[in-house]
């Protein structure tokens, strides 16, 4: 309506959204990385359920992944044991919290975003959301928040874009917010 259409208005007019558009539909996409705005914008582009294409600015490794819950930022899943393969090599070869510029691509768009390479908060061999202690990343007791099964992976980890929030301390990762404009500035 109204308001989203000011809201875009406002976007391209201060540079955060390229004016070239892009629709769901196929048409009009674009080659470019954008700057979107999570909230407003790519919670509802990149929705529960999606899969996308993830690359990483540093490597240039790419692996398919899966939007499987996550309200201040995605929470996503490897989509295969190859996949999570790709995630551990990404990482240097062992998990870790470290933000990392990646590239989303889905539904004809080329996200800015940062990731974190770190399963967490889930168990592959026990069922979706059924409450479950030892939770991989130290989470213990809580919902399994592990979705995509056959997969090698435990959990799920983030994925930030620009305005997102942490869920633990729902304000935006100054360290997140660096490794997007990193992605943006790249070039890929």
């Not at 391209?12 to 914008?41: A, N, Y």
């Not at 990343?137 to 979705?147: V, Y």
Request: aromatic share 6%; glycine share 10%; net charge negative.
């Amino acid at each position: 309506g109204a308001a989203t259409i000011g809201k875009v208005t406002e976007l391209i007019s201060s540079g955060v959204v390229s004016e070239k558009p892009v629709s769901r539909s196929g048409e009009d996409r674009t080659d470019s990385v954008q700057l979107l705005p999570w909230f407003s914008m790519v919670k509802d582009i990149f929705a529960r359920g999606d899969v996308a294409t993830l690359t990483d600015v540093n490597t240039g490794l790419k692996l398919q992944i899966k939007r499987t819950y996550g309200g201040n930022h995605a929470d996503v899943e490897a989509l295969t044991k190859e996949d999570t393969a790709i995630l551990k090599e990404i990482a240097g070869g062992t998990w870790n919290w470290t933000r990392r510029p990646v590239i989303i691509e889905v539904d004809g768009y080329r996200i800015a975003a940062s990731m974190t390479a770190m399963p967490h908060a889930g168990l592959e061999n026990k069922p979706e959301l059924a409450v479950v202690d030892n939770r991989s990343g130290g989470f213990g007791t809580g919902q399994n928040l592990d979705q995509v099964k056959g997969n090698g992976m435990d959990g799920h980890f983030d994925v930030h874009f620009l305005e997102s929030r942490t869920h633990s301390t729902n304000k935006v990762d100054s360290k997140h917010q660096e490794a997007i404009q990193k992605a943006y500035k790249s070039g890929l």
